[in-house]
């Protein structure tokens, strides 16, 4: 009998900093917290974006998208550990407004990668 392989996952993080934040979050992201984030098993991926168009009221300016072996990844060891946020992270995040949501993946056929 064959195991069953839990569902890929995703994490889509939305932020919008308050003004004069913007560079900093952008430096925070590229430098700790996306590196942190990547060596942490079970994450596959990660993409950020920035809205094309000026940020109307109430849209978030940055998208970040991370594709996760499963959501059991949130849960885990490896993940929990990185959970006491680091200095630049307590300074930072206070004034960025995140939101942030988790998918699992509901394809019924294999992707062309050979995921689930």
């Known amino acids: 009998m064959a195991l069953a392989h839990p569902k890929r996952a995703l994490l889509l993080v939305m932020m919008e900093p308050e003004e004069g934040y913007a560079d900093e979050l952008n430096a925070w992201y590229d430098e700790e917290h996306l590196p942190e984030r990547l060596s942490c098993p079970g994450f ?55 939101t942030r949501n988790v998918y699992t993946e509901i394809t019924k056929q294999p992707s062309r990668d050979g995921g689930n």
């Open 44 to 98: 596959i991926a990660a993409r950020r974006f920035e809205l094309l168009e000026s940020s109307p009221v109430g849209q978030p300016r940055y998208l970040a998208l991370y594709d996760l072996e499963s959501s059991e990844v949130l849960s885990s060891e490896a993940y929990l550990a990185m959970v006491p946020p680091s200095a630049w992270s307590k300074r930072l995040l206070p004034h960025v407004k995140v």
